[in-house]
Structures are given as structure tokens and as C-alpha cells.
T-cell receptor
Framework: ETGVTQSPTHLIKTRGQQVTLRCSSQ?????VSWYQQALGQGPQFIFQ???????GRGNFPPRFSGLQFPNYSSELNVNALELDDSALYLC??????????????FGPGTRLTVL | AQSVTQLDSHVSVSEGTPVLLRCNYS??????LFWYVQHPNKGLQLLLK??????LVKGINGFEAEFKKSETSFHLTKPSAHMSDAAEYFC???????????FGQGTELSVKP
């Protein structure tokens, strides 16, 4: 069984640029959630995708956007990068059914540095 | 509002001694509760989860946690610490059947030889 994978592992960008982060969900999972983890903090929920639609969003501005593809993989896009966007971005996959969303399993993360 | 408070930002124990990481939660609903561990420069690994079944939950690597509704607590314990347990531990609440996880600030566990 393949776990959650993310690419790239590290990324350096400058202020104002745009970035795309990618996530492949675990086999059998249909839901992807994205989290931002600033240094020394707990992860913060950005949004969740289910059936290729955004299914819940945290307190992040619209320049954070996402996509989910038919194979359940997902992208996180951030426009107009700011210094405070420097963080570890974590993707989690899970299975959503009639009982709700099951346990989330995390990928290794993408470390984004904005200069 | 749902929230999680980890009562210690840093815990230091000696190898072979017990571990106690404390967590209190606030939730209007019957929550699902989790403990995740994060080793340096790694992603999050699930240690254990509580989803309204048995109140004493056993996880991986000898960890367990007890759900106490009257105290709104979900403390993580291990009888004997190992050097490999040194990591950051997060207590997490999922307020309802939706996907959003709410994380505590984390507790860094150090294990001395």
C-alpha cells in the first residue's frame, strides 16, 4: 500500500511569486486536506478537497487555492507569496463515506522558504 | 469553539522512566481525539485515536491515552521511555465528522540517557 507522497520536498521562492505544491493520496482514499505548519507551531487547517470540490476551509486568504484531480491527487497553489508563507506544508489523505471522514494520514511535507 | 491545550511545551525524562504528556480539549460535540508524533524534519505519524469506543486507547510503540470526559482530558502515557521517543507530540481534536483537525501547540519530548 503506497502512503501519502508530496513534491517537491523543499522549495525556495521570492516575495510576490506563485508556487504549486503537489500531493498524491494513499491508495483507497478519496479526500485530501492541506495544513500549514509554521516553525514551532502546530499545523493549521487550510482546506479540504472531496470529489474534486473544496469541502471546508480554514482562515486563509483566497490567494491560497487548490485542486483535486479524478485520481484524488491534489495541488495547493499560493499566489503573491509573502514572507509569512514560509512554512512546512502538509498534505493528509483520508477516506470519506456515509459516516464522515476517517482518520487522516500525513505526507512528509514540503518545506517552503520565501525570501 | 473547539480547541486543544497541551499543558507542557517541553517534557524531559530519563530513558526507562514513564512519560506523561498532558492534553485538555474543548468541544461542543462528542469529539474524536488523536495523538500524532513528528520526528525532526518529518511528517506526522498517527500514534492513536479515540472515537467514542473504549475510553482507554492503545496505540503504537507502547503509547496509550485515556479519554476522561469529566475532566475534558486526553493525556498520553508510556510506561518506559526509549531514546527513539524523542520528538514533538501533538494532541488533536476533530470536532465532528468533517475533516478539519485542530492541533495543539505541541509538546517536545526529550529523553536523556
Amino acid at each position: 500500500e503506497t502512503g501519502v507522497t508530496q513534491s517537491p520536498t523543499h522549495l525556495i521562492k521570492t516575495r510576490g511569486q506563485q508556487v504549486t505544491l503537489r500531493c498524491s493520496s494513499q491508495s483507497g482514499h478519496n479526500t485530501v486536506s492541506w495544513y500549514q505548519q509554521a516553525l514551532g507551531q502546530g499545523p493549521q487547517f487550510i482546506f479540504q478537497y472531496y470529489r474534486e470540490e473544496e469541502n471546508g476551509r480554514g482562515n486563509f486568504p483566497p490567494r491560497f487555492s487548490g485542486l483535486q484531480f479524478p485520481n484524488y491527487s491534489s495541488e495547493l497553489n499560493v499566489n503573491a507569496l509573502e514572507l509569512d508563507d514560509s512554512a512546512l506544508y502538509l498534505c493528509a489523505s483520508s477516506k470519506t463515506g456515509v459516516q464522515g471522514t476517517d482518520t487522516q494520514y500525513f505526507g512528509p511535507g514540503t518545506r517552503l522558504t520565501v525570501l | 469553539a473547539q480547541s486543544v491545550t497541551q499543558l507542557d511545551s517541553h517534557v524531559s525524562v530519563s530513558e526507562g522512566t514513564p512519560v506523561l504528556l498532558r492534553c485538555n480539549y474543548s468541544s461542543s460535540y462528542s469529539p474524536s481525539l488523536f495523538w500524532y508524533v513528528q520526528h525532526p524534519n518529518k511528517g506526522l505519524q498517527l500514534l492513536l485515536k479515540y472515537t467514542s469506543a473504549a475510553t482507554l486507547v492503545k496505540g503504537i510503540n507502547g503509547f496509550e491515552a485515556e479519554f476522561k470526559k469529566s475532566e475534558t482530558s486526553f493525556h498520553l502515557t508510556k510506561p518506559s521511555a526509549h531514546m527513539s521517543d524523542a520528538a514533538e507530540y501533538f494532541c488533536v481534536v476533530r470536532p465532528n465528522q468533517g475533516g478539519k483537525l485542530i492541533f495543539g501547540q505541541g509538546t517536545e519530548l526529550s529523553v536523556k540517557p
